[in-house]
């Protein structure tokens, strides 16, 4: 068992190394992890690890989309619902029909239900994927939103197709009406539930003496208790955690009173979603010898064939999707071609071609069990696996690879009214710091008149005031004084490399405690983030 979990943590940590080389080289790190993952499965003496496929769906999913969730913006995704929707639901459901029909005509023995099983799983793109692969290319900020609203609607409504194909399967028999009709029962029902469960949670966080370490925890049982809750009834835990998670996001301001508290729950995220991202590609490698011996009677070669064939189908679906869904709404009604700009046909083509698949669609395909209802092994549960992964690792390396020359080849430009990061960030700083003159004037003016310390406060802040005005005026001026702002970024940038050099001294000395060195050493940690934000 210790030769095993060394393995294991071996492995981890070359999945870690891959994540900073991908970082280092710009390319989507989720690329890397599929690769690595058939490296994996050629390596000698790995250990064969059978999780319970109940436990891969429990484990990985409710963090996985309720960290999706708590990203998106409400607002971005409320303002650009209809081809969210149009691509989330309508491309989820016709990639899912396609690809049944598709694999039950090219696959023998492949069924339709079997086939609306594929179509549910390698149906949602990867979030992760396509804002990992756009991350180091400039793209208008409508594609960008319409990728990630997409990426987190359309693996709810992936995974309910999944469920009732699954049932399906396992049952034999399949009611569309019935099928329909529970959809929007268990979508609906799971909304209802996570939104109640996510006013308890922000309850809690709100009015209970809740410390930084709790709220990181809590918000990491959070997902569990909202997919659990939903599922126990029935309904789709999904759903449960994709509107739980989107209304804790829009009310993070009133869950989280403290930066520390913000601070410290983002890092924990940021590190729990690596670590699931690196086990569930190390898991499809560890279980691809396995999965390859048991093709139930196909080739290794016919398999890859299936794969290519279905990777190519499913390419193919979302190109010929992406322009009736985004042109026949504005030729239909007048108010939407008067309230959006055109998109035109690269920003279309960029979206179509960011279909990269990931770690949901693999997440689904490892959690088929293994038994059906009369006990018999779980038909062609081995070839699905396979293709999944044979699907995700065609679209990560091939779209993956070619979509950043695609975008910087098309040279898009944006065409909606958008304020550049810069001026909004400095923009909202100077309410901010308007704001906090005003109640020391108002609120403190006694208190100001004999304290040195406050007198200096109120200094500080109207010092900030001009500062920061000058900064959003240089936006607007010559190259000469955008060049000013960079050397006054790199000089702060530089101060607080001696600050560092200096605590790092004052540490050697043991005049300090550390909890103390520690506290100076986040504040400096927290400037500086803020001053690399402004140069990006």
């Known amino acids: 068992m210790h030769y095993i979990l060394l393995q294991f943590l071996i492995l981890l940590s070359a999945t870690f190394l891959l994540i900073m080389l991908a970082k280092k080289l710009k390319i989507a790190y989720p690329l890397f992890l599929v690769i690595a993952g058939l490296v994996v499965s050629y390596i000698p003496g790995m250990p064969v690890i059978a999780m319970d496929p109940d436990l891969i769906f429990l484990i990985f999913l409710p963090p996985l989309l309720y960290e999706a969730a708590w990203y998106t913006s409400w607002n971005d995704f409320w303002k650009w619902k209809r081809p969210i929707s149009l691509l989330a639901f309508g491309l989820v459901i016709f990639t899912s029909t396609i690809v049944a029909f598709v694999s039950s005509a090219v696959i023998p023995g492949f069924t339709l239900s079997m086939g609306f099983l594929l179509g549910g799983i390698i149906s949602p ?49 399949f ?86 508290s913000r601070l410290q729950t983002i890092n924990v995220w940021s590190t729990v979603i690596v670590i699931l991202n690196g086990l569930v590609f190390i898991l499809i490698g560890l279980e691809l010898p396995v999965i390859v011996k048991g093709l139930d009677g196909y080739s290794l070669g016919e398999a890859w064939q299936y794969g290519l064939i279905i990777s190519v189908v499913i390419i193919t679906i979302r190109m010929l999707w992406i322009y009736p ?19 035109g046909w690269k920003g ?50 091939f779209q993956g690879l070619t979509l950043p020359f695609i975008v910087k080849a098309l040279k898009i430009k944006e065409i909606d009214p958008v304020v550049p990061a810069d001026q909004q960030d ?42 920061i005005t000058q900064r959003l005026e240089s936006l607007d001026c010559d190259q ?7 050397m006054y970024n790199m000089v702060l940038k530089d101060l607080y490399a001696i600050q560092r050099r200096e605590l790092y001294h004052i540490r050697k000395e043991k005049a300090f405690s550390d909890e103390a060195i520690r506290k100076q050493e986040m504040q400096i940690d927290l400037a500086e983030v803020k001053v690399s934000s402004q140069n990006d």
């Open 175 to 260: 009611s569309v009406n019935e099928a329909a009709t529970n959809f929007f029962t268990v979508t609906l029902m799971g909304i209802v539930i996570g939104l109640a469960i996510a006013h308890i949670v922000y309850l809690i966080h709100r009015f209970l003496p809740t410390t930084s370490n709790i709220d990181a925890a809590f918000t990491l049982v959070s997902p569990y208790f909202m997919y659990l809750v939903a599922e126990h009834f029935h309904f789709s835990g999904v759903m449960a955690v994709v509107s739980g998670g989107l209304f804790l996001s829009y009310r993070s301001h009133e869950v989280f009173q403290d930066g520390q």
């Open 325 to 343: 869904s985004t042109f026949i709404p504005r030729w239909l009604f007048k108010s939407i071609r008067a309230s959006e700009p055109n998109p």
């Open 125 to 173: 793109p990867d979030a992760i994927a396509a804002t990992s692969v756009l991350k180091y290319v400039k793209i208008p900020k409508r594609i960008s939103i319409i990728l990630e609203g997409e990426s987190l609607v359309n693996d709810a409504s992936s995974l309910i197709v999944f469920r009732f194909a699954l049932a399906a399967v396992l049952t034999g028999s």
């Open 348 to 397: 279309s083509f960029v979206i179509g071609w960011a279909g990269m698949r990931g770690v949901v669609s693999l997440a689904a395909a490892l959690s088929l069990p293994l038994l059906a209802d009369d006990g018999k092994a779980f038909p062609h549960r081995n070839l699905i696996i396979f293709i999944t992964f044979v699907v995700i690792l065609v679209t990560l390396v």
């Open 426 to 467: 400095l923009g909202i700083r100077l309410r901010l710091v308007n704001q906090s003159v005003k109640r020391l004037e108002e609120h403190y003016p006694k208190e100001i008149a004999k304290s040195e310390l406050l007198q200096n406060l109120k200094e500080e802040l109207q010092n900030n005031v001009t500062i």
């Open 480 to 486: 000469s004084q955008l060049s000013e702002v960079k």
